[in-house]
């Protein structure tokens, strides 16, 4: 294996790993209402979204953003997620991948099958 193949396998073990621990210190270093909601909200992406690692790191790291932004300008909490923390979490998710354990294909199906009932 060459150096280029070599570095480039380690990279993918390590770095992701890399950017795990570095997402959790930030998250670490959060106010305690705004690090409870970030937990709150990364158990449900763990649990109801698919992986996908480097959309993973990039959702992580931009949901760090997001609370690190709203902490620092004294948003409340209620303002960034809304009234219903679901559905703030599955639109968040769309920018990083289709979602859910819905096929997008299913999703169409849906779609379409409403428009032509619909008219």
Do not use: C
């Amino acid at each position: 294996m060459s150096d280029i193949e070599e570095y480039g396998f380690i990279s993918k073990l390590i770095g992701p790993k890399k950017r795990w621990r570095a997402y959790k210190a930030r998250v670490q270093q959060l106010p305690e209402n705004y690090r409870t909601a970030v937990e709150a909200v990364e158990r449900y992406m763990m649990h109801f979204v698919p992986t996908d690692n480097d959309n993973d790191a990039s959702r992580f790291e931009d949901l760090a953003d997001l609370f690190e932004q709203a902490a620092a300008d004294g948003t409340p909490i209620r303002e960034i997620v809304g009234e219903n923390p679901v559905e703030f979490v599955e639109a968040f998710v769309q920018n990083y991948t289709e979602g859910g354990y819905v096929p997008a294909r299913a999703r169409k199906r849906l779609t379409d099958d409403i428009e032509r009932a619909a008219g």
